[in-house]
C-alpha cells in the first residue's frame, strides 16, 4: 500500500533514511572510495532529512513495514523526482510508487536525473517508459575535470600534511579517475511520460 510518508513520525524518518543511506551505498557505489562513509556522513543524511521533509513523498507499505519511498516535487511544467528507493529491488515496488506519482493526474511529464555510471537504473527507468533527453556532455565533463583539477592542484599547494588533506587528495583523484576513464560518470537527465 502507498501512503503519504508521514513527516512528523521520528521512526518512520528514520526508516527512510536507513533506505536511502543502505541503498545508495548499494546502487552509487562509485561516487566515493569509501561508499559507506560517503553515504553515511552526518551532513549529507540531515541534508536528506531536511530535502525529504520539504518535498512531496510516499512509502510503500506492507505488512506494516515500510519499504520503499518515493519524493517528489511539482513544478510548472513536469513533476520532478528526487529519490525512489525500495528496500530490496525486484520486488515491484518502484513501479508502484512511480505510478502512485503519475495518479496525481498532472498533465505534465515526470523527470529525474541518473547516474550514467548506474548503468541498471538508466535501464530499469527506460523499462518503465522514460526516456533519455540530455545525456553527459563533454563540455559537462571537461569542466568537471578542471574544476577537479584546480581543487587537487590547490590542496597539493596548501602547506599542512594531515590526514584530513591526505583523505581529500585521494578522493578527488579518484573522482578524477572515474572522469578520465568512465564520463558516464556524469548524470543524465531522463524524461517519463506524462501523468
Request: glycine residues 6%; hydrophobic residues 30%.
Amino acid at each position: 500500500m502507498c501512503r503519504k510518508i508521514n513527516k512528523d513520525d521520528k521512526k518512520e524518518m528514520e526508516l527512510i533514511t536507513k533506505i536511502w543511506c543502505d541503498r545508495s551505498i548499494e546502487v552509487h557505489h562509485f561516487v566515493d572510495l569509501d561508499p559507506d562513509q560517503f553515504w553515511r556522513d552526518k551532513h549529507r543524511v540531515k541534508k536528506f532529512q531536511e530535502d525529504t521533509k520539504n518535498v512531496e513523498g510516499y512509502v510503500y507499505e506492507a505488512d506494516g513495514e515500510v519499504k520503499g519511498f518515493i519524493t517528489w516535487e511539482n513544478r510548472s511544467d513536469h513533476i520532478y523526482i528526487f529519490e525512489l528507493f525500495a528496500y530490496k529491488s525486484g520486488e515491484g515496488i518502484g513501479p508502484k510508487l512511480l505510478n502512485k506519482v503519475k495518479e496525481l493526474g498532472r498533465p505534465n511529464p515526470l523527470t529525474l536525473h541518473v547516474y550514467a555510471y548506474n548503468v541498471s537504473t538508466v535501464k530499469w527507468y527506460l523499462g518503465q517508459g522514460f526516456v533519455i533527453i540530455q545525456p553527459h556532455e563533454s563540455n559537462a565533463i571537461k569542466q568537471k575535470t578542471d574544476m577537479l583539477k584546480k581543487a587537487i592542484k590547490e590542496l597539493q599547494e596548501r602547506g599542512e600534511d594531515d590526514t584530513e588533506k591526505k583523505k581529500e587528495l585521494k578522493y578527488k583523484r579518484q573522482q578524477l579517475k572515474y572522469l578520465m576513464i568512465c564520463p558516464n560518470y556524469c548524470e543524465q537527465t531522463l524524461i517519463g511520460p506524462q501523468c
